[in-house]
C-alpha cells in the first residue's frame, strides 16, 4: 500500500518540521538492489518525485553501473515537501505500551509456573503451553497481518491487537476465577492466552511499517527500536512483577490478582489506540515516498534476496531462545533452590541489560548508518552469551528494511518474527523434553537444554557474518547507496 500524499501549504502552529533537502533525490535501480542517488544539486529546497517511473525506474544501470536517464525524466508530479510532525510521537507511544503490555501478558505465568501449576492443578509441561500456544498464534495469523499492515496501515493493525488484548485479559481473569472444579479454568485461561497471542504480531510487526510512514531518516532507527523494545521491556516488567503478586502460601488468591492486576493494565494501555492518526499529510523523506512493491510482487522478489535469508535465519534462532529461555526461566533456575521472585528477577534484569545496550548503539547506528558492522559484531556476543549461561544457573528490524528495499518494510519484518516465534515455540518443546538426564544435576534440570541452546546460537553465527561476502554483499551493495542518499 502507498500513503497518498497531498501537497498541503503549512499554517500557522501546524506542528509540522520541514524536512526538505536542498538536493532532488531520484531512485536508481540495479539487477541486485534499489537506491537513490543525487543527480540536481541545483534543485530549489522542495523535492519532487517522478510520475512515469514511481514504482522503481528513475534510472536504468548498464553493465558498466553507469547510469543512463529514461526518455521523459523531467516529467513530475506536483511538488512534495518533506516534513515531519510532532503528532507522530502518539502513534509511536501508544506502540510502546501494546508491546509492553502483550509481551507482559504472554509471560505472565511463566515466573510463577509451579505456583500456577499447583493452582490449577495440572503439571507444569502445561503452564509452558500457555507460552508455545502464544507464539503458534502468532504464525497463524501472520498472514492476516501482513495484509491489514499493507493495506490499512500501522492505525488498523493498533485497533485489532487492542480488541483482542482485551478480550484475552479479561477471558483469562474470568478462567481464574471459575473454581467450580476446586481450581481455576485451565482451558479458559489457555482460550484468553491465545486471543493475545493473535494480538502480538499486529503490533510486534508494526514499528518499521510505523517509522517509514512517519519519521525522517534521521530518526527512523530510534523510533523502530523503542517501538521493538518495548516488547523485551515488557517481558521484564512481566518476570519481575509478576512473582511480587502471588503469595506461594495463598495460591487460592495469588494467581487471580496478579492476571486481574494485568488485565487493568492492559485495558488502559489499549484506550487511546482509537484516537491515533493514521497517516502524516506529507512524507518525511523521500526514502518513505517512495512507492513500494504490491504484496504479490514483493512476495516474488523476497525470496531470491540473499542478504533477506541470511538475516532471517540468525534473527529467528536468537529471537527463539529468547522465547524460549524467558518461558523457561523459573524451570532454568528452580532446580537450584532459587525462589520464583529469584528466577523472576534474573530473567528481568537479562533483559534490561539488554535494553540498555540497545538504547546505547541505536542511536549511533541511527547516524552512522554502520547496520552491517554492527550485526557482525554484536551477533557473536549474543552466541558466547548462550554458551556462558550453561554454566550460569549451578552458581546460584532496520537494517532488514533497507536490503529488502522496496518491498514494504511491514511484510519482511512479520514474516522474520514469524521465524521467532516458530522457532521459540519448537525451542520450548525440546528443551521442556530435555529436562533431567545429567549426571550431578539435580533431577529436573534443563543443562541439556542450555547446551542445546548453546550449541544453534553458534550455528547461526555464520549466517550474519555471510553478510557482505559473495551474495550477501547485495545487502551491502544497498547499504551504501542508501547511507550516500541520506547523507547527501
Known amino acids: 500500500m502507498r500513503m497518498k500524499y497531498d501537497r498541503l501549504p503549512q499554517a500557522d502552529g501546524e506542528d509540522g518540521e520541514d524536512q526538505s533537502r536542498p538536493n532532488r533525490m531520484e531512485r536508481t535501480r540495479t539487477n541486485d538492489s534499489f537506491g537513490m542517488s543525487n543527480v540536481s544539486p541545483q534543485a530549489t529546497n522542495v523535492t519532487t518525485i517522478p510520475t512515469n517511473h514511481d514504482s522503481l525506474d528513475g534510472l536504468i544501470p ?4 553507469e547510469t543512463s536517464p529514461l526518455p521523459n525524466d523531467h516529467e513530475t508530479t506536483p511538488q512534495i515537501q518533506y516534513r515531519t510532525y510532532r503528532r507522530r510521537f502518539v502513534g509511536l507511544a501508544q506502540l510502546v505500551l501494546l508491546n509492553i503490555v502483550v509481551s507482559w501478558d504472554w509471560l505472565t505465568f511463566a515466573a510463577v509456573s509451579s505456583t500456577s501449576a499447583t493452582y490449577f492443578g495440572v503439571p507444569e509441561t ?4 500457555l507460552s508455545t500456544g502464544f507464539l503458534f498464534a502468532f504464525i497463524v495469523v501472520s498472514p ?8 490499512g496501515g500501522p492505525r488498523r493493525s493498533i485497533l485489532v491487537a487492542s480488541t483482542l488484548v482485551l478480550l484475552g485479559n479479561w477471558i483469562r481473569y474470568a478462567g481464574t476465577r471459575d473454581l467450580r472444579h476446586g481450581h481455576g479454568r485451565f482451558g479458559v485461561v489457555m482460550f484468553g492466552q491465545i486471543l493475545i497471542g493473535f494480538a502480538q504480531p499486529f503490533v510486534l510487526a508494526a514499528p518499521t511499517r510505523y517509522s517509514n510512514l512517519w519519521f525522517s531518516d534521521t530518526g527512523r532507527v530510534t523510533a523502530t527500536a523503542i517501538a521493538s523494545l518495548a516488547n523485551p521491556f515488557g517481558a521484564a516488567l512481566g518476570q519481575l512483577i509478576g512473582p511480587l503478586w502471588v503469595d506461594p502460601s495463598k495460591v487460592g488468591a495469588g494467581i487471580p490478582n496478579m492476571v486481574l492486576y494485568t488485565s487493568i493494565l492492559s485495558t488502559i494501555a489499549c484506550l487511546p489506540a482509537p484516537f491515533i492518526p493514521a497517516g502524516p499529510p506529507s512524507p518525511p523523506s523521500a526514502f518513505a515516498a517512495e512507492e513500494k ?8 522478489v523476497l525470496p531470491k534476496n540473499v542478504s533477506f535469508w541470511l538475516l532471517f535465519v540468525a534473527f529467528s534462532i536468537y529471537v527463539g531462545f529468547f522465547n524460549a529461555f524467558s518461558s523457561l526461566i523459573n524451570q532454568t533456575f528452580e532446580p537450584y533452590g ?19 545496550a540497545s538504547a546505547v548503539v541505536s542511536p549511533i547506528v541511527d ?8 550485526i557482525k559484531s554484536i551477533v557473536p556476543l549474543i552466541a558466547a552469551g548462550y554458551l556462558v549461561l550453561i554454566f550460569m544457573p549451578g552458581t546460584r528490524n532496520v537494517y ?22 516458530l522457532l521459540g515455540a519448537v525451542f520450548i518443546i525440546i528443551m521442556d523434553a530435555l529436562k533431567g538426564g545429567w549426571s550431578g544435576q539435580p533431577q529436573e534440570s534443563l543443562i541439556r ?3 542445546f541452546q548453546a550449541v544453534v546460537a553458534w550455528v547461526a553465527v555464520p549466517f550474519a557474518m555471510s553478510l557482505g561476502v559473495g551474495r550477501g554483499r547485495l545487502g551491502a551493495t544497498l547499504h551504501g547507496n542508501v547511507h550516500r542518499s541520506e547523507t547527501t
Open 62 to 65: 548498464n553493465r558498466d553501473n
Open 126 to 129: 502445561s503452564i509452558n503451553w
Open 144 to 151: 492476516l497481518v501482513i495484509y491489514t499492515l499493507h493495506t
Open 293 to 300: 512493491l504490491d504484496l504479490r510482487e514483493a512476495l516474488r
Open 338 to 356: 532459587f525462589s520464583e521472585t529469584e528466577a523472576g528477577i534474573a530473567g528481568g534484569l537479562l533483559i534490561v541489560v539488554g535494553l540498555i
Open 367 to 374: 547516524r552512522t548508518k554502520a547496520y552491517l558492522a554492527t
Open 400 to 421: 532488514l528494511v533497507i536490503v529488502t528495499h522496496p518491498v514494504s518494510p511491514e511484510i519482511t519484518s512479520t514474516i522474520c518474527w514469524t521465524g521467532g516465534q
Open 449 to 451: 537444554g542450555l547446551i
